[in-house]
Every structure is written in C-alpha cells, then in structure tokens.
Nanobody, 115 residues
Framework: QVQLVESGGGLVQTGGSLRLSCAASGSVFAINAMGWARQAPGKQREWVATIITSTNHTNYADSVKGRFTISRNSAKDTVYLHMNSLKPEDTAVYYC????????WGQGTQVTVSS
C-alpha cells in the first residue's frame, strides 16, 4: 500500500505560479512512476504529467507543456508540480498518482486561477 498526501494548492491570478507537492509513504520501493492528473468541474479527469522513477524521464500533456514542470525528490519520496503562466482553464482539483503494482491516488488539492 502507498499513501499520498498532497499540498500546495490555492488561489492565484492569471499568469501566476504555484507548486504542488505530494509525499508518498508506505511501500515506496514499489513505485515505478509518479504523476499528476486534474479534474475541472463538469469534466473528466485528465492526465497532466508523469515522471518515471528509474530514469527521471518526464512526459506532459500538450495543454501544459512548456508551462508545468514535474520533478521529484527521491530522498523524500516526494513529487512536485511546478506550474507557471497559469491560466483560468488550469482551474481544477489536482490529484497526485503513483504506479506501484497498481494505481494509487491522493485526495486532491484545489487550484483556482482567477482571470
């Protein structure tokens, strides 16, 4: 079992920045990948970014490429999402997710971008 605790959401103006954090605990040795997804009101959850733990290779959704950066601190078993040039359409609940034999999800953190 893996437990995930997210932090760092909030309210920011268009063009602003936020950093989300997600700390993993439990069977962290089994984690193959860490990432973020988001769900806006009335929309389906969408994948945002992933980092592979063995290689630190990253992938991003086209909608955030060039604005968001995913990174991790292996010593702290923590993954981050650095979000720059935020837009109102980035408003959503952001979920941390890891793959460790199966998918695990955090509780979500709200990000609101005001216009």
């Amino acid at each position: 079992q893996v437990q995930l605790v997210e932090s760092g959401g909030g309210l920011v103006q268009t063009g602003g920045s936020l950093r989300l954090s997600c700390a993993a605990s439990g069977s962290v040795f089994a984690i193959n990948a860490m990432g973020w997804a988001r769900q806006a009101p009335g929309k389906q959850r969408e994948w945002v970014a992933t980092i592979i733990t063995s290689t630190n290779h990253t992938n991003y959704a086209d909608s955030v490429k060039g604005r968001f950066t995913i990174s991790r601190n292996s010593a702290k078993d923590t993954v981050y999402l650095h979000m720059n040039s935020l837009k109102p359409e980035d408003t959503a609940v952001y979920y941390c997710t890891v793959v460790a034999g199966k998918d695990y999800w955090g509780q979500g953190t709200q990000v609101t971008v005001s216009s």
